[in-house]
């Protein structure tokens, strides 16, 4: 099946955060450079910014499912949710976001997400960026699911995940080492479908600034252990090409959950 999909649920029994620790947990990898969260965003979480409708943040409840260091959750609180939920696998993967977000309406929490520890209907909008394609093979289902069951009626889901074709792949830094999946929009829109939610929103953009962006990003931290090389000119190409709308490197979507007849 496409993109590595399965209806049947999990394949392998293993947990996605298990795997996530390799990309985002609390090891030497995850935040190496004890970077705190910034407002000053170029490149896909720029573009994530402006994907993101103000009518589903401003007083809504929101969960982020990954939600790394807290450069979403500062964006989030900046336009008025009113509560902010965000969850990673371990305490470790959290303490950066807690030591800097420390807003009364916003909480950290350990958790997984194929398992969600809220009620049915908890939320008015679920957040998921660069996440689907650390999930074990064939798990996808089982978040986009989880995500349903949480989400009131007439919520939003957004996620964004690489996107499936043959440059994104060649050139995507992580495919090979890390496992990363790739996706089409078809892929998504059946997802969303077999889990009760429907698409409203797909974009696929970025190319090849994106690509060099997230090469130098991996060589800089991991091997050199800094910030990025030339990042000004980096940040200020990768601006420009992700604000054409086009391309063919990330892909974007939001869907949203069925109302209850």
């Known amino acids: 099946m496409p993109g590595g999909l399965c209806r049947s649920g999990r394949q392998r029994q293993v947990s996605f955060w298990a795997q996530r620790l390799v990309t985002r947990g609390s090891g030497p990898i995850r935040n190496i450079l004890d970077e705190a969260p910034t407002r000053d965003l170029h490149g896909r979480p720029l573009y994530t910014t402006k994907f993101v409708r103000e009518g589903d943040l401003r007083g809504k409840d929101v969960l982020e499912l990954g939600c790394g260091y807290g450069w979403f959750s500062l964006n989030a609180l900046d336009r008025g949710v009113r509560t902010y939920t965000g969850i990673e696998p371990t305490p470790g993967s959290l303490e950066t976001a807690q030591k800097h977000v420390t807003a009364p309406h916003a ?61 994104s792949m060649i050139f995507d830094p992580a495919f090979i080492p890390l496992g ?67 391309g063919w490197a990330s892909l974007f979507g939001r869907f949203e959950a069925a109302r209850a007849d």
């Open 107 to 167: 909480r950290f929490m350990v958790a997984d997400a194929l398992d969600l520890p809220f009620d049915a209907g908890s939320f008015d909008s679920v957040v998921c960026w660069e996440v689907l394609e650390h999930l074990p093979q064939g798990g996808e289902l089982r978040m986009f699911t989880e995500v349903r069951r949480v989400l009131r009626g007439g919520g939003a889901f957004y996620l964004s995940t690489p996107h499936r074709s043959v440059r």
């Open 180 to 246: 990363h999946r790739h996706y089409t929009v078809s892929d998504l829109n059946r997802l969303a479908g077999w889990s009760g939610m429907v698409s409203t929103d797909t974009d696929v953009v970025g190319r090849w600034w994106a690509t060099a962006t997230s090469c130098n990003m991996y060589a800089s931290k991991w091997l050199l252990r800094r910030g990025l090389v030339f990042k000004r000119t980096f940040d200020g190409r990768v601006d420009r090409e992700f604000s054409n709308g086009q």
